[in-house]
């Protein structure tokens, strides 16, 4: 199974703040990475595909970027709205994994 | 847009079999190309993928899951389930149905999830 770690596990910050999450494969996954924003009692959201391609709807303050084994996931000016945990899954090989989550909370 | 809807029962005995079904509205269980997948979420963890079924009636489980899971569809009824044998503490999970886009690569449509507890 390719293994995904996600830093960091938890973040806070300030109401328009740049923040950035990283997610670590343990092997080398090409472009093929999706990131997912949950809130508590709510299914996972889809928020961007292929490293960097922007789900429809999904505000362009998020953007996603890397390949290989390395990708983020950044908030250009964190928003209220955006207080969630966030995901990362790996579609390069079955079984699909996920990160453990990066809980964002807002100050 | 595609719905998704999960349903069954929310307490399994251990040792018992759990069955789920995701009921598909707004679209055909059928259409070419689709994956229909389980996934699951332990309390205050992170996500499982459990496994797929294709619109062509193939499968593929979780390596982790694979001896206790088997997934099938009703196209009939428009729906998919979800059955997973002999239950411990540890199925106790929120399960989700959800639809991939196409390519069996990622998830842009997940049911709300219903919350299964294992106990006697």
């Known amino acids: 199974d390719t293994q995904m770690t996600q830093s960091p596990s938890t973040l806070s910050a300030s109401v328009g703040d740049r923040v950035t999450i990283t997610c670590r494969a343990s092997?080398?996954?090409?472009?093929?990475l999706a990131w997912y924003q949950q809130k508590p009692g709510k299914a996972p959201k889809l928020l961007i595909y292929?490293?960097?391609s922007l789900e429809s709807g999904v505000p362009s303050r998020l953007s996603g970027s890397g390949s290989g084994t390395e990708f983020t996931l950044t908030i250009s000016s964190l928003q209220p709205d955006d207080s969630a945990t966030y995901y990362c899954?790996?579609?390069?090989?079955?079984?699909?994994?996920f990160g453990q989550g990066t809980k964002v909370e807002i100050k | 847009q595609v719905q998704l809807q999960e349903s069954g029962p929310g307490l399994v005995k251990p040792s018992q079999t759990l069955s789920l079904t995701c009921t598909v509205s707004?679209?055909?269980?059928?259409?070419?190309?689709?994956?229909w997948s389980w996934i699951r979420q332990h309390p205050g963890k992170g996500l499982e993928w459990i496994g797929y079924?294709?619109?062509?009636?193939?499968?593929y489980y979780n390596p982790s899951l694979k001896s206790r899971v088997t997934i099938s569809v009703d196209t009939s009824k428009n729906q998919f389930s979800l059955k997973l044998s002999s239950v411990t503490a540890a199925d106790t999970a929120m399960y989700y149905c959800?639809?991939?886009?196409?390519?069996?690569?990622?998830?842009?449509?997940w049911g709300q999830g219903t919350l299964v507890t294992v106990s006697s």
């Open positions: 959800a639809r991939d886009d196409g390519s069996g690569s990622y998830y842009a449509n």
């Open positions: 707004g679209g055909s269980i059928s259409s070419d190309g689709y994956y």
């Open positions: 079924i294709y619109y062509s009636g193939s499968t």
């Open positions: 092997q080398s996954i090409s472009s093929w």
């Open positions: 292929k490293a960097s």
């Open positions: 899954q790996q579609y390069n090989s079955y079984p699909r994994t």
